[in-house]
């Protein structure tokens, strides 16, 4: 049990020869396993530490993992002994080749040309090295400069800059860039569109791979998580990301943007074309992923909207509860209409709370549906959020908060309907918490606005609500004068079962009335069905609780 608690690295390295670890090594190799390899070719090394064979191979290892510094250290030894070497003088020739040393690389690989001439490998080594370096020089016609009376004061200018700002790096540099500025002298930088473009050519297809090694360190579980597994990825994301960029300073060694064909003909329209291409992809990409988004949430909305009018109320909030957390994970640049949807999807939720009648619930919906309406500025949603958080309050009882909503909402009704309307709910309110006076001040202003506009609905609503609130004062004969109004009203815009409930409750109060005033006893009087006056009372006010 103690040997399984030890660590891999606490783990003693099991002993071998110098030929196994050499011959696992270059299977290894062969196998494109370089880092197995390394580390078996180092065990080798521990062995016998003058291994000419060893050191050539190991120096291929760091070569082919991008270290060409450790490759140059190792074949450099290899020979150092023998001169005549001929694999150590190879591998020393690669390195400095690797290295960006075109000259020093031509040299070793003439020496082992001339020592050993029927090897193919040096001759290649030759012609490559030429041509690196006929590249690196260019032609004469891409390297002049024609007007040196306009070139030389500005590299005069910015030696001097340099110069200064040698012991201030970090303040003055600064400073000389705002003294520049004032004088109009606009500092060389390279513009993004112009890198991108000199890494694609550089890099090519790799390009795509170093773009998304740098998102992928950036991103916050990878760049925060300090886990063994996200540790591992951040070290190969960095390695592998460490290995392009000392590739691409070879291959812009090897071959120089201004000795490419394309390099040579680079001006600003060709930035602009890149740029525009790269503008066009990346706007592709974009309208892919919005339709994708926008997809997903109005298949989301379809689905909440038909468990609604099935009166599945239950499944409506589960559904809105998962869309909304969707929604909230896609950004607002993939899915400009993310407010609204998440409005739509708060007043579904909010509708099937009500329809639960968990009515606490269904105002904390209203009032989220009604702040996000008010931080994107969507003046219809707002006032909708307003009414149905009025309502809510309403329906749960706390009256004076629904009065409060309810008023706020009428400083933004623009028509007279919706005016009438909040006149006569506000008036409501009141009513239900006895302030009777007020009620009927609400209830005079729902009727002008509604008799403004011819509209029978509201204008019956609110004489319904001044007979009660005569009743409750104990003013039947107003009461009476009301409900009858009512009933045109009712008779009017077709409502027959208000018609219904009207002339009952007039019955009422006229039976009433005649039993305070048995003498003036009206010739339609009913029959004395009705046993006590506090029973017509209740009878009359139970009539028309409801509008």
């Known amino acids: 049990m103690a040997k399984q608690e030890l660590k891999y690295s606490e783990c003693p390295i099991p002993k071998s020869t110098f030929t196994t670890f050499m011959d696992e090594g270059g299977m290894h190799y062969r196998a494109g396993h370089f880092r197995k390899a390394l580390f078996c070719f180092d065990r080798a090394l521990e062995l016998q530490s003058t291994s000419k064979a060893a050191l050539v191979w190991r120096s291929q290892c760091h070569l082919k993992l991008g270290d060409a510094q450790a490759a140059l250290k190792d074949a450099q030894a290899s020979f150092e002994s023998d001169d005549t070497y001929i694999q150590g003088l190879y591998q020393y020739a690669e390195a400095l080749f690797n290295l960006g040393q075109f000259e020093q690389a031509a040299i070793s690989y003439h020496r082992g040309f001339r020592a050993r001439r029927d090897k193919e490998e040096f001759r290649v080594g030759i012609n490559k ?6 590249r690196a020089i260019g032609e004469r016609q891409a390297t002049q400069i024609e007007d040196l009376e306009v070139i030389l004061p500005q590299i005069d200018e910015i030696n001097n800059t340099e110069k200064g700002n040698a012991g201030h790096c970090c303040v003055l540099d600064r400073a000389s860039e705002i003294e520049l500025r004032k004088k109009g002298i606009k500092k060389n930088v390279t513009s993004k569109a112009r890198a991108r473009w000199v890494d694609r050519e550089v890099l090519g297809v790799l390009q795509q791979d170093k773009d998304y090694l740098t998102k992928f360190l950036k991103r916050p579980d990878i760049e925060g998580n300090h886990q063994s597994g996200s540790d591992s990825l951040r070290t190969s994301a960095k390695e592998a990301l460490k290995y392009l960029e000392i590739r691409e300073q070879f291959w812009r060694m090897q071959n120089p943007m201004y000795s490419r064909k394309v390099g040579l003909n680079f001006n600003n329209d060709m930035v602009i074309q890149y740029e525009k291409q790269e503008l066009e992809r990346m706007e592709a990409c974009r309208k892919i992923k919005m339709d994708a988004a926008q997809g997903a949430v109005l298949k989301n909305l379809t689905q909440i909207e038909h468990a609604l009018q099935i009166g599945r109320a239950q499944d409506c909030q589960l559904e809105c509860e998962r869309a909304l957390r ?6 607002l640049r993939l899915l400009p209409r993310k407010p609204e949807f998440t409005t739509q999807i708060l007043h579904f939720k909010g509708l099937a709370l009500l329809k639960l009648k ?16 008010v931080q994107h500025k969507m ?14 309050f309403a329906l749960k009882g706390s009256y004076a908060e629904a009065a409060e909503v309810w008023d706020s909402r009428l400083a933004i009704a623009k028509t007279p309907v919706e005016r009438a309307y909040l006149y006569h709910e506000i008036g409501r309110c009141y009513y239900e918490t006895n302030k009777l006076d007020l009620a009927k001040i609400y209830a005079h202003q729902s009727l002008e606005e509604a008799v403004k506009i011819n509209d029978d609905i509201w204008a019956m609503n609110a004489c319904i609500l001044l007979g009660q609130c005569d009743t409750k004062t104990r003013s039947f004969e107003k009461a009476l004068d009301h409900f009858e109004k009512a009933e045109d009203y009712a008779l009017k815009c077709g409502n027959k079962g208000n018609v219904t409930l009207l002339r009952e409750g007039q019955q009422c109060i006229k039976v ?30 139970d009539s028309f609780h409801e509008t």
């Open 129 to 134: 090295c030429q041509e690196a370096i006929r």
């Open 379 to 392: 003046p219809e949603i707002k006032s909708r959020a307003l009414d149905f958080l009025g309502r809510s």
């Open 358 to 373: 968990n009515f606490d619930a269904a105002v904390a919906t209203f009032q989220e549906e009604f702040n996000v309406a």
């Open 326 to 331: 969707q929604i909230k994970e896609i950004s």
């Open 512 to 541: 009433y009335l005649d039993k305070q005033n048995p003498d003036s006893a009206a010739p339609n009087k009913r029959s004395s069905s009705h046993d006590s006056a506090d029973l017509d009372h209740q009878e009359s006010e």
